[in-house]
């Protein structure tokens, strides 16, 4: 089973993008998921989560702009990012908790995904 993040590019201020977060691969479903992002000279922050339970966390920064929602197909998760700023350029990374029937738990990372927004 692999992790698969894309939908990054390059996006004016203002404009939106969506990000997903697979797991391909032996039927695994995500349990729950955390997107993380790392912008040059600076260290990863998480920016959004949502729990087994379907409870959603965000970052100050990205609240109210910013949607983190499962998939119905179980194994994608997704995050909206709405009017998007410049300082929300960074290489945003999905890391998940994956699960299934007769399936060993296991928490993997996906490659990161860069966002860039230009004013």
């Known amino acids: 089973v692999q992790l698969q993040a894309s939908g990054g590019g390059l996006v004016l201020a203002g404009g939106s993008l969506r990000l997903s977060c697979t797991a391909s691969g032996s039927r695994y479903n995500v349990n729950s998921a955390d997107w993380y992002r790392q912008a040059p000279g600076k260290q990863r922050e998480l920016v959004a989560g949502?729990?087994?339970?379907?409870?959603?966390t965000y970052a100050d920064s990205v609240k109210g702009r910013f949607t983190i929602s499962r998939g119905n197909a179980k194994n994608t998760v997704y995050l909206q990012m709405n009017r998007l700023k410049p300082e929300d350029t960074a290489v945003y990374y999905c890391n998940a908790n994956l699960g299934g029937p007769g399936r060993l738990p296991k928490n993997l990372w996906g490659r990161g995904t860069l966002v860039t927004v230009s004013s």
């Open positions: 949502v729990s087994s339970g379907g409870s959603t």
